[in-house]
């Protein structure tokens, strides 16, 4: 499989057009961001772990009934997946009250959410991708009252995959950020499930293995991104 055009070039990855109109290459950069991309940075081979840990992840998703974009691992950075039309909508999972929802709500970081909550952004970065409710994502067209309790039970499925192979690695599953496309009329994952996607918390001390650590200037971005991959997929 060749890489032909370059699709789209995100903050993270780049996408490209391949001989086959229905796959295109994802290809992982080095590149870091945080505060809707006003603080950058580059973390050596983050590429390498983010398209390691999102195949692998995804892998066992699809394997647990969820159809997912992945094809095939072409390199360390490079994999083939599906053409989805992306659903315009980020799907945040959250089982421990961290990040956004502790400075919005005033929960205590470290809160255990239960049962578990989920929250669905509009996929607008001149906006900071603002919050809706399923109400919203109707009325706005992003998918049929279908699509949208797919997505809903998918997100809550996917959490229970996630939380159970994390755990053997010794990780606790904070929060994620998940993203949907159609493709043959089917509602299917798209996009990385990656530290930089996730809040991945040590088991035993709570340490914070995941971009925090970009975002609030602690050190040792590289070693805890090698970490995770080493604990999960090696
Ligand atoms: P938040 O607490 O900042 O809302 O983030 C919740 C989770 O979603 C966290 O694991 C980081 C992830 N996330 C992304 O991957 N991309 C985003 O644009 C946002 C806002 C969150």
């Known amino acids: ?70 094809v095939q691992e072409i390199s360390d950075r490079e994999t083939v997946v599906k053409k989805a039309e992306i659903v315009p909508m980020e799907v945040i999972v959250r089982n421990i009250a961290a990040g956004s929802i502790a400075r919005r709500l005033g929960i205590p970081e470290g809160y255990e959410l239960l049962p578990p909550t989920l929250e669905f952004h509009f996929k607008d970065d001149r906006r900071n991708n603002p919050w809706i409710n399923e109400h919203y994502a109707l009325t706005l067209g992003i998918g049929t009252p279908e699509e949208i309790k797919t997505i809903t039970d998918y997100a809550f499925r996917i959490n229970e995959v996630m939380i159970g192979e994390l755990i053997k690695a010794g990780i606790k599953l904070v929060d994620f950020k998940v993203e949907f496309g159609r493709y043959e009329g089917e509602i299917i994952l798209v996009d990385e499930i990656s530290p930089d996607t996730c809040r991945l918390w040590d088991a035993q001390t709570n340490e914070k293995l995941d971009r925090d650590r970009f975002r609030y200037d602690m050190g040792n971005v590289e070693a805890v991104y090698e970490e995770v991959y080493r604990r999960l997929v090696l």
Do not use: W
């Open 1 to 70: 499989m060749q890489k032909r055009s370059l699709r789209y070039e995100g903050k993270a990855k780049r996408m490209f057009e391949t001989d086959d109109p229905d796959l295109l290459i994802i290809d992982y950069k080095d590149d870091i961001t945080a505060c809707d991309g006003k603080k950058k940075g580059i973390i050596k081979d983050k590429g390498i772990v983010n398209n390691r840990m999102t195949n692998y992840m995804l892998r066992i998703i699809e394997q647990n009934g969820i159809p997912t974009h992945y």
